[in-house]
């Protein structure tokens, strides 16, 4: 079985932090990246961020640059985001989401999300003014 599973949203402060998790379950890729998903009500889906599985390369869309990080801990099976000096506008439901690769240093990607086939069920984050 495939599966990803969110963790760690809540509510914060302008300018606060959270950390959110994402626990992977896999048996049958060798490799595999994970991105970062937001979606706020009435909004399209959008990237937040990205990262391969040797973590030799991340991506952020340029809203969060420099405020969120992704990491990841292969041994464990977990990769988190990091998100410092929230806004309101980071206010939304988060989704983890797994892509397959062919090698472990292969590219990620956070537009568009059509090779991310395997989806959390997401965690809400909402920040006040």
């Known amino acids: 079985q495939l599966q990803v599973v969110e963790s760690g949203g809540g509510l914060a402060q302008s300018g606060g932090s959270l950390r959110l998790s994402c626990a992977v379950s896999?048996?049958?890729?060798?490799?595999?990246?994970i991105g970062w998903f937001r979606q706020a009500p009435g909004k399209e889906r959008e990237g937040v961020a990205c990262?391969?599985?040797?973590?030799?390369?991340?991506n952020y869309a340029d809203s969060v640059k420099g405020r969120f990080t992704t990491s990841r801990d292969n041994a464990k099976n977990t990769v988190s985001l990091q998100m410092n000096s929230l806004k309101p506008e980071d206010t939304a439901v988060y989704y983890c989401?797994?892509?397959?690769?062919?090698?472990?240093?292969?590219?990620?990607?956070?537009?568009?999300?059509?090779?991310?086939?395997?989806w959390g069920q997401g965690t809400q984050v909402t920040v006040s003014s």
């Open positions: 989401a797994l892509k397959a690769l062919r090698k472990p240093y292969d590219y990620c990607s956070v537009y568009g999300s059509d090779e991310y086939r395997v």
């Open positions: 990262i391969n599985y040797d973590s030799s390369q991340t």
């Open positions: 896999t048996f049958t890729l060798d490799y595999y990246a």
